[in-house]
């Protein structure tokens, strides 16, 4: 049905079209009837959370009509589009990013404070969007930043979760989780109740010939769960594009339930139908670097992956071009290898639905996808169980050992004999029972394959993919170095630092131009310069000793050192290391004289950190960091030289409170593990020092901020085999400052030892993984080294700012675009009409 309003209706349309508050008046007419009328309330009964609720929605009313421009736009121009596949965006608080990215931040605070509210409180309200774990869920988000705020015509499909990141509680010292409901009042999301898919799932394969004698294949039988797809907008930063997240969420296929069984008595099997259907997209699996092979995980990612590729193919169709042209059209990004079904979920499109030759379909395949590892964690790389493909997807199962086939006909063509090089490469373990490597899928399904930071990508060509180079040449895989939004990581949570920086480049355009922060390094013998930018770091610091006061009841000094290591805990990121560093201080702090504690440097440890449920090993290390903490912080003869706090439920809008606040921040993992990193930046960007492993990004953060501008420590990638090696054959001395902290800790000094014993025997009695003890005098040494800089405030300032200045290259905007050159081969679409009112100030 043609849905168009004909030619003479047209003229009652646009002497109505909506608007959008134009100002501050606007802005308040626009929030009281969102009050009066959508919230049903008024003057007399209006708290902070209505006051969000109306807030938000006055924003959302004009982020709709840019959204709506730029999707009409973009269809019009018919250029290709990007589609970044993710099964999680951590995308933390929409109104802030809505009102700063709008420019008319200013103009709501004086708005809400006419009306009677503060906005900071306002904002506050808001619960975080955490459909994420951590660093890939986050580099997902700073993604669609950056996509809209250059005018991409791009697209995220994600999962719609009802379950989001569990909250972390902290009782007793111990990680409690509870669920995190946010669905109960979200204004960003559009229920887009017409655009479902039906996705199919177990059934068998029907094959037979047709009358021109050709193979084909039939999927039959099983059962169906309905898509629905929930639209988020994400607008640009001064830009008019607002781009759309589409998340799909599960529903039973016969609507609310099957009336046929509620009629016939069957109640209870109805009701069970419905709820199996929507337990598909119920929860995120709160595992970050770790797969556990889950049939629900599974069945979550071809749910999202066949609704997103139809849906997407849906678009193609409609623009009645030749399949070939579809690669010219579309570029998918597979955000690890967890969308990696989408490669057979197209093949199949192709060929068993769409009639395509299997080499014709395959070429444009290969031509659609790009794909991004981010770990060479062994545990963390995908692996499906071929009987349980076969359950589930039996018709992908034949598709993959098809690929496979043809896949290893060519290598045997181009490496002859060569039997092994077939059983490495093969995309089937032959192990009890068969698995499916998905990392293998994704490389042979996709033209480009890129790592997130230099050494990562030199990394996986020349260890985890090294065959795949011989086999496809190097030209095949790049490196994509991670980058942040500094939108939100700057001017969002650091504003006064944000102000401060436009007060010397002239304007804020270093928020859409990062390279324009070198600016700066010209002002940093500038005295006035020199003394906000204290006052600013001491502020942010004096905000988070205020919040650590009011959630934890330690009191911390804001002129201390703070220290801080937030990010998900993980053996491989080494919190225990930075632990027993702890440890030890306390414990020189109690050996030393009165007289000798006085040349001690005040610190605050700061911690904060999510463990994977199921993961022991993490949830013991939150327990010692918060014992050490209780025994430690009511210590009489510390004071205040050493506190230790860990912060309760790590989160977005957590590290931008955090982040700001930070003296020097901890970015240790043993070398060769850690892919990039992305908080790294986030620290640095906002005036913070890091101390940090030859690790990651933390390589090119080196290069390009100076090497004095950095406390590096530790053994290098290239070193840990042989140290591994040196640790199994018994070649390796336990470093003895450590063995003096474990035996604080055998002593009972910070509770029962035996709760604490798997860290301990980890290092001491098999073969310490992750390189503790090898790198823990450097790190010893390196803190002193702190320590001894930072009682020089004028060189630590010169530092910071130095530091900050030529942080340019971390922004995700050049990230973005080298994607978009050298992976998608897409262009910005150029807005005619921006205006003016839009533009920021
Ligand atoms: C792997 C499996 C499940 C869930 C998450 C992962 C995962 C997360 N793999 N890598 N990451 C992190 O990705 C970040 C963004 O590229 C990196 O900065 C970080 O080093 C990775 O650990």
């Known amino acids: 049905v043609e849905a168009s309003i004909p030619e003479p209706q047209r003229e009652a349309w646009l002497k109505h079209q909506v608007g959008g508050f134009k100002d501050k ?171 479902t898919v039906d996705i199919q799932f177990y059934g068998y394969v029907h094959k037979s010939t047709d009358e021109n004698g050709k193979a084909t294949a039939r999927w039959e039988g099983g059962e169906t769960v309905k898509a629905v797809a929930y639209d988020v907008p ?151 169980s071929v009987p349980l493909i076969q359950h589930l997807l039996p018709r992908h199962l034949q598709i993959i050992y098809d690929i496979n086939l043809f896949f290893l006909q060519s290598v045997e063509r181009a490496h002859p004999g060569d039997r092994d090089l077939l059983a490495r490469v093969s995309i089937i373990e032959e192990s009890q029972p068969k698995m499916v490597r998905m990392a293998y899928l994704a490389i042979v399904g996709s033209h480009k394959v890129n790592g997130v930071a230099e050494l990562h990508s030199d990394l996986i060509k020349t260890t985890i993919f090294k065959d795949f180079v011989t086999i496809f040449g190097p030209d095949k895989f790049t490196n994509v170095t991670n980058g942040i939004t500094p939108r939100r990581w700057l001017h969002q949570a650091n504003p006064r630092l944000s102000d401060l920086i436009a007060s010397k480049t002239g304007t804020h355009d270093f928020l859409k131009d990062l390279t324009l922060l070198n600016k700066i390094e010209l002002s940093v013998d500038d005295p006035a310069f020199r003394k906000e930018w204290a006052a600013i770091k001491l502020a942010n610091k004096a905000r988070l000793a205020e919040y650590i006061k009011t959630t934890t009841g330690i009191v911390v000094n804001p002129s201390a050192l703070f220290d801080v290591q937030v990010k998900r805990i993980h053996e491989y990121k080494r919190q225990q290391m930075n632990i027993f560093g702890v440890i030890h201080r306390y414990l020189r702090i109690k050996a030393a004289s009165p007289e000798e504690r006085k040349k001690f440097l005040p610190r605050v440890s700061i911690f904060g950190g999510k463990a994977a449920p199921g993961y022991w090993m993490a949830k013991q290390i939150i327990h010692l960091i918060n014992s050490v903490g209780s025994v430690v912080n009511n210590d009489k003869d510390v004071g205040d030289l050493l506190k230790v706090v860990f912060l309760e439920d790590y989160n977005v809008s957590k590290a931008e409170l955090i982040i700001p606040a930070s003296d020097i921040s901890e970015h240790i993992s043993t070398a060769g593990t850690e892919a990039s990193g992305t908080s790294n930046m986030k620290f640095v960007l906002n005036g913070g020092l890091i101390i940090g492993t030859c690790d990651g990004a933390n390589i090119e953060i080196t290069r390009e901020i100076g090497e004095n501008n950095i406390f590096l420590f530790g053994n290098l990638a290239e070193d840990v085999e042989d140290l591994r090696h040196a640790h199994n054959y018994g070649q390796h001395t336990l470093d003895p400052d450590l063995v003096k902290v474990f035996e604080a800790i055998e002593k009972g000094t910070f509770g029962d030892s035996k709760d604490f014993a798997g860290m301990i025997t980890a290092v001491r009695d098999h073969g310490d993984y992750y390189l503790v003890s090898d790198d823990f005098q450097s790190y010893l040494e390196t803190h002193d080294v702190i320590d001894e800089a930072y009682r020089n405030q004028e060189d630590w300032i010169t530092k910071c700012i130095t530091s900050v200045s030529r942080m340019g290259f971390f922004t995700s905007d050049r990230c973005i675009n080298e994607y978009a050159e050298g992976i998608w081969n897409i262009e910005p679409l150029p807005i005619e009409t921006a205006e003016p009112e839009k533009i920021n100030s």
């Open 234 to 384: 994400i607008p640009g930063y001064a830009t008019p594009s607002t781009n759309n997240l589409r998340l799909w969420s599960s529903k039973a296929a016969s609507g609310e339930f099957d009336f046929q069984k509620f009629n016939s008595g069957d109640y209870e099997s109805s009701v069970a139908d419905q709820q199996r259907a929507e337990t598909i997209s119920a929860v995120l699996y709160p595992n970050d670097n770790l797969e556990r092979g889950k049939e629900l995980r599974l069945k979550q990612q071809y749910f999202w992956v066949a609704a997103s590729l139809y849906d997407i193919v849906r678009r193609f169709k409609k623009s009645r071009r030749a399949w070939r042209e579809f690669p010219d059209q579309v570029a998918i990004q597979l955000n690890d290898t967890h969308p990696t079904l989408a490669v057979v979920e197209l093949q199949r499109i192709l060929v068993d639905l769409e009639g395509l030759e299997w080499d014709e379909a395959w070429n444009i395949v290969t031509n659609t996808f790009g794909y991004t590892n981010h770990t060479v964690l062994p545990e963390a790389l995908e692996k499906w």
């Open 25 to 195: 008046d606007g802005f308040e007419s626009n929030f009281v009837r969102h009050i009066e009328t959508t919230l049903a309330r008024s003057m007399f009964n209006c708290d902070e959370t209505a006051a969000y609720a109306a807030c938000s929605l006055a924003f959302r009313d004009r982020l709709i009509l840019e959204w709506n421009r730029t999707q009409q736009r973009q269809t019009f121009a018919d250029s290709k589009r990007v589609y970044y596949l993710s099964l999680e965006f951590l995308m933390g608080r929409a109104l802030d990013n809505a009102m700063l990215n709008i420019g008319q931040k200013e103009l709501a605070k004086g708005g809400l404070s006419d009306l009677g509210f503060r906005i900071e409180d306002v904002i506050q309200q808001e619960h975080d969007a955490a459909l994420g774990n951590g660093g890939l869920g986050r580099l997902a988000a700073c993604f669609l930043d950056s996509l809209a705020s250059l005018n991409y015509p791009a697209w995220g499909y994600g999962l719609r979760y009802r379950y989001g990141i569990f909250k972390q509680e902290i009782i007793d010292g111990y990680q409690v989780e509870v669920p995190d409901y946010w669905l109960d009042f979200n204004p960003w999301e559009f229920p887009r109740h017409d655009v």
